[in-house]
C-alpha cells in the first residue's frame, strides 16, 4: 500500500472515501516509510505513532458508519515543532523548550486539519526558534535535501521540506517569517503557500517575530496546497492578533487559468545578487506566463534592512529571559544575533516601522497596475551542508543570513506568496520562484501556480530514495 503515499492528498482522501485503500493501512505504511526514511533526511524529532492509529482507526470508523468524510479523509501530514502538538513539548527546534511541560492542546491549524480526517504523524525539525534559513539544527542536526542529501533542505521549516519531499507526508505545516516556507519550497522542489499576513490563526505556536510571523503549508500538487488553505481559513478567538477578514476559499477558481491576469517580473534589487539560475527559472515562469513586463519596488533592499532589524530586535527582546538564565544552551549562531539584537538602540525600530508603512504604500502602488509579481525564491540552488560563504553578484556573502535576500522583503510587507518549483535539465537540486499577490489574494497566486503546473512549467516529485 505504500504506492498510496505516493499519491497526492487529494487522490488519498478520495481513495479513502472510496474505500479503496482504509485510513488506517495508509496509516502504517506511513510510518513505516518514516521508520526507513527519517535518519537518512533529519525530518521528524517527534512521532505520534499512537496518535495516528487513533485517528486512522476514528476515520474508517466514520465510513463504516458511512458518515461524511473531511476533505483530508486519511491524509498523512506533520507539523513543524513550534507547532503546539498535546501531549508533547513544544520545541521549537531548542534545547532550552524540551524542559517545557507537555502541551495540554494543539494548535489550532492542526486542529483544523484533523477535523477534516488528516492524520498527524508528529512534529518536525526546524533552526533553532525559527532564527534559520538553512535548516541546519544544534540539538537535532540537520533535515538533508531528499533530492541531494549532502545539500540543504533550506531553513526554517527544513524538516517541512525534507518529509514532504521524500513522501513522508503529503502535507506538512511550516511557519514563515522572513522566508522559511518559500526557502525550504525552493531547495527541496514543492509548492509552499505564505498566506496574506494575518489570514490563518497563530493561536498554539511558539513566536518568533510577532509583526513578520506567518504559518502555511507545504505540498507536492497546487491542488493540495489549496485543500489545506482552505481547510484552515477562519476566525479564532484563540488569535486576537488574527486580521478579521472573510473566509475566501481558493479551491473554486483553481483552474480558472490566468487570462486577463497583469502579471510583471520584478526587476532592480531582485535581478541583482542572483545566480544565473535563479533568474533563468523567473524568466522562464514569465515566458510560460506570455508576461514581459516589468516592475520594480524601489525600496526593496531598504526594507530587507528593515526587516532584518525588526527581527534581531523583536527576537532579542521575546528572548531576553532565556538569554540572560540560559544562554550556553543557544546555538551560538542564533544566541548571538539575538545578543546584537538586544544591544541596537530603540529609535532604530521607530525608523524601521515608519519605513514599512511607506513601502507597503509602494506595493499597494505597484497592484494598481498588476496583478501579479514575479521574483526569485532564493539566490540560488540549496547549498551544501555546512558551506559557510557564496558568490552573489561578484561578491563572497555569508550563506546563512543571505539565502532570504529575495523572500524578506516581502515578508515585511505581508503579501501573499506561492513558491513554485523550477526544474532545469540535467540538475539534480530545483530552484523556486516567488508567485507574489496583492493582500487577500491567495487565489490568484494559487491559480498561476496551477496553471504552471498544468502546463508542466513547475512539478514537485518525490524524491528517489537511496541510503545515505
Known amino acids: 500500500m505504500s504506492a498510496f503515499l505516493d499519491k497526492t492528498a487529494t487522490e488519498i482522501a478520495a481513495a479513502v472515501k472510496s474505500g479503496a485503500v482504509s485510513a488506517r493501512v495508509l496509516t502504517e505504511a506511513a510510518l513505516a516509510r518514516i521508520e526507513e526514511r527519517n535518519a537518512a533526511f533529519g525530518a521528524f524529532t517527534d512521532i505520534t505513532a499512537q ?40 520545541r521549537a527546534g531548542s534545547k532550552i523548550n524540551r524542559d517545557l511541560p507537555p502541551s495540554p492542546q494543539d494548535a489550532t491549524l492542526i486542529a483544523r486539519l484533523e477535523a477534516a480526517d488528516a492524520v498527524l504523524l508528529g512534529g518536525l525539525n526546524m533552526g533553532e526558534y525559527a532564527y534559520d534559513f538553512t535548516g541546519e539544527n544544534a540539538h537535532d542536526g540537520p533535515s538533508r535535501n531528499p533530492h541531494a542529501p549532502a545539500h540543504m533542505a533550506g531553513g526554517s521549516s527544513g524538516g517541512s521540506g525534507a518529509a514532504t519531499a521524500s513522501g513522508m507526508v503529503s502535507l506538512a505545516l511550516g511557519s514563515d517569517t522572513n522566508g522559511s516556507i518559500r526557502v525550504p519550497s525552493s531547495f527541496c522542489g514543492l509548492f509552499g503557500l505564505k498566506p496574506t499576513f494575518g489570514r490563518l490563526s497563530r493561536a498554539g505556536t511558539f513566536p518568533f517575530v510577532a509583526s513578520f510571523d506567518h504559518l502555511g503549508p507545504f505540498a507536492r500538487s497546487v491542488a493540495d496546497l489549496a485543500l489545506a488553505y482552505d481547510v484552515m481559513q477562519g476566525p479564532d478567538a484563540r488569535d486576537p492578533a488574527q486580521i478579521a477578514q472573510p473566509v ?72 531576553m529571559p532565556r538569554l540572560k538564565t540560559r544562554q550556553a544552551d543557544f546555538d551560538p549562531d542564533v544566541g548571538n544575533r539575538l545578543i546584537a539584537g538586544a544591544m541596537l538602540p530603540g529609535q532604530w525600530m521607530v525608523q524601521a516601522q515608519k519605513f514599512r508603512s511607506g513601502f507597503q504604500r509602494q506595493a499597494r502602488q505597484l497592484f494598481e497596475h498588476h496583478d501579479i509579481l514575479l521574483a526569485p525564491a532564493t539566490p540560488c540552488r540549496a547549498p551544501l551542508l555546512g558551506q559557510k560563504t557564496m558568490i552573489l553578484g561578484g561578491e563572497e556573502m555569508l550563506v546563512r543570513p543571505n539565502i532570504g535576500i529575495f523572500t524578506q522583503p516581502i515578508s515585511f510587507i505581508g503579501l501573499p506568496v506561492v513558491s513554485v518549483p523550477v526544474w532545469t535539465q540535467d540538475e539534480k537540486l530545483p530552484i523556486g520562484v516567488q508567485i507574489i499577490g496583492a493582500p487577500w489574494r491567495e487565489d490568484l497566486v494559487l491559480q498561476v501556480a496551477r496553471f504552471l503546473e498544468y502546463r508542466g512549467i513547475c512539478s514537485a516529485p518525490i524524491a528517489k530514495f537511496r541510503e545515505v
Open 248 to 319: 475566501s476559499f481558493t479551491l473554486p477558481s483553481l483552474e480558472a487559468g490566468i487570462t486577463g491576469l497583469r502579471v510583471a517580473t520584478l526587476g532592480g534589487y531582485f535581478a541583482r545578487s542572483a545566480m544565473p539560475e535563479a533568474l533563468e527559472a523567473v524568466s522562464r515562469i514569465a515566458e510560460a506566463l506570455n508576461a514581459p513586463a516589468k516592475a520594480e519596488l524601489v525600496d526593496a533592499e531598504r526594507a530587507r534592512s528593515a526587516g532584518y532589524l525588526i527581527t534581531m530586535m523583536e527576537g532579542a527582546a521575546l528572548h
Open 51 to 90: 496518535r495516528a492509529r487513533a485517528t486512522a482507526d476514528r476515520v474508517d470508523a466514520k465510513r463504516a458508519r458511512r458518515e461524511p468524510l473531511g476533505a483530508l479523509a486519511g491524509v498523512p501530514f506533520a507539523a513543524k515543532n513550534l507547532f503546539d502538538i498535546a501531549g508533547l513539548p513544544t
